[in-house]
């Protein structure tokens, strides 16, 4: 099983940013974590992709607002999905 995110790209946005990226699911796995970037995480959007609509839409598995743990690291955000999903995501922060 596995999961895999792709940053994309980070923007500045006056005092925030925003990133976004997508995800992909192979052999049956269920979702996994996104890095996103961001040191924190106040909002966070997922839009699944592809020509069959899934069972379940994906979830956002955190409490947001979301705080990195550390000062050098980034947040890591997990989503829970139908198996083999694939969309997009976008989050917003700092």
Do not use: C
């Not at 690291?73 to 083999?84: H, I, K, Q, R």
């Amino acid at each position: 099983m596995a999961f895999t995110s792709t940053l994309t790209e980070t923007v500045v946005m006056g005092n925030k940013r925003m990133s976004y990226g997508t995800y992909t699911n192979t052999s049956g796995s269920t979702g996994g974590e996104v890095d996103t970037g961001l040191s924190k995480v106040d909002i966070m959007f997922t839009q699944t992709t592809g020509a069959v609509v899934p069972a379940q839409t994906t979830s956002i598995n955190e409490t947001l607002p979301l705080h990195n743990t550390s000062a050098t690291s980034t947040v890591s955000v997990t989503l829970v999905t139908a198996a083999d999903n694939v969309g997009f995501w976008v989050a917003y922060g700092i």
